[in-house]
């Protein structure tokens, strides 16, 4: 858990079986972490996809759940990921649906999970049950891991950044008991295009939170020589991004070196940005 990389986009997987994610492995190439944990666990060489096989059940998913994020050190602004088969009596075997609301004996109030804009997949509501149904008239979406997922990663992240999907692997024309890996591997193989579409709108929703939260390089070490009220912490946030994009460090290092308030830091970062010939407007 040390040393970890502060990487721009940031995917965490929580799947309950190894034959729902080894598709999802071996595409973005990623490989068993070298230390013993309580859960398997997998990344990427960029450690920016984590991937954690919970196990069946409410309790893994929400206690594996948990414990990736700690272990992998997962941001404010990390997309969360819970993919899967689950039994339906309405849709079609085989088919891909994005997860738009969650029920569960337990709870009166279902939750509703945001789902990304102008999707092409279709939306269902998802059941959460403890134990096998084999009654899919009542259901769209039937598993036993989605809302405990769900409760856990709300808490770690906004749900925006929250996303399950389910794939049909079950239901009045397909038993149950005739699921096997082969077959629970094919189901989430043959909808990979579709996932991967998902997961590159994450990616940049992700990357794109990074970089309003992610301070700019000389922050810090500016705040550290001056004394910057709130306010004033702000507006060299601010100047510092737009400074950025035409003067290196050197140069912006030797603009303030002589200033002796931090006021005049923000007075001379402002000077320099109105002298700069940049069209603003296209940032």
Partial sequence: MNNLKKTKNSIRWVIALKEEAQVI????????????????????????????????????????????????????????????????????????????????????????????????????????????????????????????????????????FICLMKVISDGPENDIKEITRSKISNLIKENLLKIIDVISYYERLSEEEFKIIDKPKLFNEIKSKWHFSATQSYRLETLLRRIEIFCNKKDIEKAIKNCETSNSVINVLNTKIKNNLVNWSKF
């Fill in 25 to 160: 492995l071996d595409y973005y190439k990623l490989k068993p972490i070298n230390e013993k944990t309580i859960y398997p666990i997998y990344k990427n060489e960029e450690e920016t996809h984590w991937l954690i096989i919970c196990g069946i059940g409410r309790n893994n998913a929400a206690a594996s759940t948990a414990y990736l994020y700690a272990y992998s050190n997962a941001s404010n602004y990390t997309s969360w990921i819970n993919i899967g088969i689950a039994g339906s009596g309405k849709g079609n075997y085989g088919d891909l649906y994005l997860v738009d609301k969650i029920s569960t004996y337990q709870r009166k109030k279902s939750t509703f999970p945001s789902t990304l804009p102008k999707a092409n997949l279709p939306k269902m509501h998802l059941f959460t049950s403890d134990i096998p149904i084999s009654d899919y008239s009542t259901c769209e979406l039937i598993d036993m891991e989605g809302s405990a997922f769900f409760d856990i990663a709300s808490k770690l992240t906004s749900k925006e």
